[in-house]
Structures are given as structure tokens and as C-alpha cells.
């Protein structure tokens, strides 16, 4: 049954869809003027197709708080879980997940009241389980692949396949552009979870973390994004309240967040403890608990 009140999914409030694009977004005008909530959810007993849901935001409304239009993605028990974390601009599809169907659907949301499922992938060979998207200053989307074919480089991993994970470039339509693997490090495969792009300084930080997985590398990975090229895995510290690492997973605060931080300033999130990495154009990366 499609009750929402049963279902677990990916909340996200895209800014509200009557908001502009943040700051790493190209600015350009909302799809539509309608502040909502877009959800995608999974049919409670998995029987029936899981969905996108719209709740009304309008301060004014009799509807606030209320579901106002639902969109069956016509996949059951797909285990809906990442959408990317603002709204596209106008003309663009949003990018989202059916993890356990491995596909990664492209949502028309010029209507905020009719949702629709405008295109799908799936993961490109040899790359499995799309997990994160993030939207680049030239609309182009990178996403994390969690697996690929092949063993685990630990054999104490039990999915399958199990092996180390990658990431990957679309245009906004969905075509792929290019891939590059995250391999393995400390005898533990890499699984890309969250993004950040520094595109002054050329690039790319990537998180490691699992999902259904049981073993992984503990790492932060730094690319030049212009090529995709692999420049540093760097191990996250152990110890004191980071000793839990290993069962965190780890996001990258929105680039939108970082208004008043030197471009090339992040901040991870370890399960409500931050932590603050100031990565230069050397491109080290220093990480220490945040104030």
C-alpha cells in the first residue's frame, strides 16, 4: 500500500521549488513557483510501485503539510534513497536513485504538481549501485558508484559483487561522458559516497562509505577534475570521537554552504561530528575536528 505515512524514501526540500538555484548552480529561474516538498518514497510492503510525492509549503494554503500529487516511478522495492540536493535550473531534469534496482531516473519537475519520470540508466559496465549526484557549474552531473564487478579486494566483505567503487560524468540528459575507478586502498576497496568540486582549483573531493557493503577504505580521495585523475587517498584520522569512522558514513556539506569560506573549504559531516579540511592548490588536504 502507497500510504505515506508506511514509506521510506529520500526527502528533499529543493530549496522549495518556488527558490532560486544555489550559489553552484548556473542562476537561472525556477521551473515553477510552487513551494513543495518533493519526496521520493518506498512502498511500505514493497508490493506496490514506489513514488514521488509533492507537500504543499505554502504558508497560506488549506493543503499545507499535505500531499497534493503523487507519480508512481513503476519500480517496487527500489529502495529510493539519494536525489540531488537542490533544484536543477529551469530546463533540466533532476538526477535520482532506485538503489537496489541500480538505476538512476531523471525527473521532469517543470511541473511541480505533476512530477515525471523523464528518462533512466543504469550504471555503466563495470561500475554498480549509483549512490550520490551532484550538479556542476556547467550542469553536468557526477555520480558515485559504490560497487563494481568482481570480488572485494577484502575477502571479508559478504555482498556481491563486492569490488571497489568509481565515479562517473553525464551531461544533463543523462549521457555518459566519462568514468574513472576509485580502486583500493589499505587492502580495502574504496566506495565513492559524497561529492565536493573546487572548480577554481580544478578539483574533486570524494568521500568513502558504505551503504549495504561491510567493508571499506576509511578514506578522503582528491581528483583533478579536468581529467579525472586520481591524485591523493587520504586516510581519516582515528581515535578519541573519530574511532567510530569506520561505522560513519560521510557527507560533503552543499558547496552553497560555504559562502563565507575560501573556495577551497569544506566541511565533512561524521554522524554529527564535522570536520573541517582546508584543501589548498597543492591540493593536501588537512583535517581537523571543527569548532
Known amino acids: 500500500m502507497s500510504r505515506l505515512r508506511d514509506v521510506v524514501g529520500a526527502l528533499t526540500l529543493m530549496e522549495s521549488l518556488a527558490c532560486t538555484a544555489p550559489a553552484r548552480d548556473t542562476r537561472a529561474a525556477p521551473s515553477a513557483a510552487l ?8 512502498d511500505a510492503d ?24 503523487t507519480t508512481p516511478t513503476g519500480m517496487e522495492a527500489s529502495l529510493p534513497h539519494h536525489m540531488e540536493y ?12 532506485a538503489h537496489h ?22 550504471a555503466p559496465v563495470p561500475l554498480r549501485y549509483p549512490h550520490d549526484y551532484t550538479r556542476t557549474p556547467t550542469g553536468t552531473r557526477l555520480v558515485g558508484f559504490l560497487r563494481s564487478e568482481g570480488s572485494s579486494a577484502d575477502t571479508a566483505e559478504t555482498e556481491s559483487p563486492g569490488n571497489a567503487g568509481g565515479i562517473a560524468e553525464y551531461s544533463a540528459a543523462g549521457e555518459l561522458l566519462r568514468t574513472a575507478s576509485a580502486g583500493n586502498w589499505g587492502g580495502k576497496p574504496v566506495r565513492p559516497y559524497a561529492f565536493a568540486l573546487l572548480a577554481d582549483i ?16 576509511d578514506v578522503v580521495q582528491i581528483y583533478r577534475y579536468s ?5 591523493h587517498t587520504i586516510d581519516l584520522p582515528a581515535g578519541g570521537r573519530l574511532g567510530l569512522l ?39 588536504l588537512r583535517l581537523r575536528p571543527s569548532t
Open 202 to 217: 580544478d578539483r574533486l573531493v570524494v568521500t568513502s562509505a558504505p551503504m549495504m557493503e561491510s567493508t571499506w577504505a
Open 246 to 284: 569506520q561505522q560513519l558514513r560521510l557527507h560533503i556539506l552543499p558547496a552553497h554552504r560555504h559562502r563565507q569560506r575560501p573556495p577551497a573549504a569544506l566541511d565533512l559531516l561524521c554522524a554529527g561530528h564535522p570536520l573541517r579540511s582546508e584543501a589548498g592548490v597543492d591540493t593536501r
Open 46 to 69: 514493497g508490493r506496490d510501485s514506489d513514488f514521488l510525492a509533492v507537500i504543499d509549503l505554502r504558508a497560506d494554503s488549506p493543503t499545507l503539510g499535505k500531499v497534493v500529487a
Open 35 to 42: 513551494p513543495c516538498l518533493l519526496i521520493s518514497a518506498g
Open 101 to 122: 534496482h541500480e538505476r538512476s531516473m531523471l525527473v521532469d519537475v517543470s511541473n511541480p504538481l505533476a512530477p515525471r519520470i523523464a528518462s533512466s540508466f543504469d
Open 86 to 97: 537542490a533544484l536543477p535550473p529551469a530546463g533540466e531534469w533532476l538526477f535520482m536513485n
Open 227 to 231: 581529467d579525472f585523475t586520481l591524485l
